[in-house]
């Protein structure tokens, strides 16, 4: 099992989850075009991807997703929330296949096992996942304004973690954002700032962990430095253990063995 990032942050989102042959693209915030040079990095095409899988509908998760479905003939499995707040994305003409899921009901594409789990954002009916091979679990969190025990719960035990680490607090409130936006960042459905989700990572069990990924960084009200070092502190390893998922260049394969 392996998985890499295309890129993450409010610029798009997009992560590719593979087991065998089977590879699923966790949003699609990108263009077709960008998502084409983004997936190349990887050495991917999009033939082979099996299929997309949404979390939420906000234009950097979703915004990409079904226009680059319609030409590649991918499937996309998704929320009924998250499809009914999106339909706007959907072409004119198209004959995409739609999968509805249950937020709370674990579901199989091939050689991946995935658990949704719901989350707090500001969205229609956001969820997280958690993939699977049977045998080594991936926990993805991003675009969660607070823990809850249920997302505790569904991350325990994890091999690798992609997580939130979205925006300083101290940062936030004395940047640039407007008092509107600072509210909703930071608020109980917003963002995970650092200590938040350093706060989440040590409730978690650490003995089985091979990767932690901070994602989803602002760029105006966080640095890669003070998200690792939030971290850090929890796992008691080295700052540089800790990988960031770049808006730019995401992160290369990272293999769970």
């Not at 249920?150 to 101290?170: M, P, R, S, W």
């Amino acid at each position: 099992m392996r998985f890499a990032s295309l890129g993450s942050g409010s610029a798009g989102n997009a992560l590719v989850v593979e087991v065998n042959v089977t590879r699923l693209l966790l949003d699609c915030g990108f263009g077709i075009k960008e998502t084409m040079r983004r997936l190349a990095r990887l050495n991917l095409q999009p033939s082979d991807l099996t299929g997309i899988v949404l979390t939420h509908e906000h234009d950097d998760h979703a915004g990409g997703a079904y226009k680059f479905a319609a030409k590649y003939n991918l499937p996309l499995w998704l929320t009924y929330g998250t499809f009914k707040m999106s339909e706007r994305y959907l072409p004119k003409t198209h004959q995409l296949q739609i999968h509805i899921i249950d937020s709370h009901a674990a579901f199989v594409i091939n050689d991946i096992h995935l658990q949704p789990y719901p989350v707090p954002h500001d969205a229609r009916e956001p969820v997280q996942y958690v993939f699977s091979d049977g045998s080594h679990r991936l926990g993805v969190l991003t675009d969660v304004g607070r823990s809850t025990a249920h997302i505790e719960q569904q991350l325990k035990h994890c091999h690798a973690l992609v997580l939130e680490c979205n925006h300083d607090a101290t940062m936030l409130q004395n940047g640039p954002y407007s008092w509107p936006l600072k509210k909703r960042v930071g608020g109980e459905l917003g963002h995970l700032e650092n200590l938040a989700a350093a706060n989440l990572l040590a409730n978690l069990d650490h003995r089985s962990l091979q990767h932690v990924l901070a994602a989803h960084l602002s760029e105006k009200n966080n640095t890669p430095a003070l998200a690792k070092s939030a971290l850090a502190k929890v796992l008691g390893c080295g700052d540089a253990w800790v990988g960031i998922a770049d808006q730019a260049l995401g992160f290369d394969w990272r293999a769970i063995a």
